[in-house]
């Protein structure tokens, strides 16, 4: 059973910088494109950012573009996503999740191409 365990959520002002961690137990985290999600109450889960298996190959969001950079670490099944000049508006419980290659019929910005989720970790960001 894979498992996702997010860290390293919490408050922070407005133009600061917060880093988000997650750590993959369980199946074989090397092949997997990992990825991360945010949600706000009342909607939708949004794609935020997504890097293959392949450190460097990246995705970003356009309104995280030039704000974060997502990396991982193979060796310690771990996936982190930075964050800077933060803004109110990326408040949100941000998820860590697992693409294994399932679900190809979803486009990648979709939840429903990813398999395994975290329980989230709620980012805020006061004004």
């Known amino acids: 059973q894979v498992q996702l365990v997010e860290s390293g959520g919490g408050l922070v002002q407005a133009g600061g910088s917060l880093t988000l961690s997650c750590k993959v137990s369980g199946g074989t985290f090397n092949t997997y494109v990992m990825a991360w999600f945010r949600q706000v109450p009342g909607q939708e889960r949004k794609f935020v950012a997504r890097?293959?298996?392949?450190?460097?190959?990246?995705v970003y969001a356009d309104f995280v573009q030039g704000r974060a950079t997502l990396s991982r670490d193979n060796a310690k099944n771990t996936v982190v996503l930075q964050m800077k000049r933060l803004k109110p508006e990326d408040t949100a419980v941000y998820y860590c999740?697992?693409?294994?290659?399932?679900?190809?019929?979803?486009?990648?910005?979709?939840?429903?191409?990813?398999?395994?989720w975290g329980q989230g970790t709620q980012v805020t960001v006061s004004s």
């Open positions: 999740t697992a693409d294994v290659g399932d679900r190809t019929g979803y486009s990648v910005t979709r939840p429903g191409r990813y398999a395994f």
């Open positions: 890097i293959a298996w392949i450190p460097g190959s990246t």
